[in-house]
């Protein structure tokens, strides 16, 4: 399948997906930080396999909005 280098994104749903990639990357420092409170080493890789795919999404999605132009709005029909 052939992806397009670029393509149009509304700025709402632009600013959703950064919003989401900022929420993640949080999640993933608080997520790393509380991996020293840990006693069981299974939840211990559990935690740091979380940190991992938290911060593999937030790549993917930034990856993704580089790939992503605004789109221009339409111009408004007036009769």
């Known amino acids: ?21 900022t929420r993640l990357e949080q999640d993933a420092a ?10 069981n ?3 211990i890789r559990r935690q740091k396999k979380l940190v991992a795919m938290q911060r593999e999404e937030a790549e993917r999605m930034r990856l993704f909005l580089e790939r992503a132009q605004n789109r221009t709005p339409r111009p408004s029909v007036t009769q």
Do not use: G, Y
């Not at 608080?30 to 006693?39: M, R, Y």
């Open 30 to 39: 608080w997520d790393e930080a509380s991996i020293d409170q840990l006693k």
């Open 41 to 43: 080493t299974d939840h």
């Open 1 to 21: 399948m052939n992806i397009p280098d670029l393509f149009e994104i509304s700025p709402r749903f632009r600013q959703t997906i950064e919003d989401r990639v």
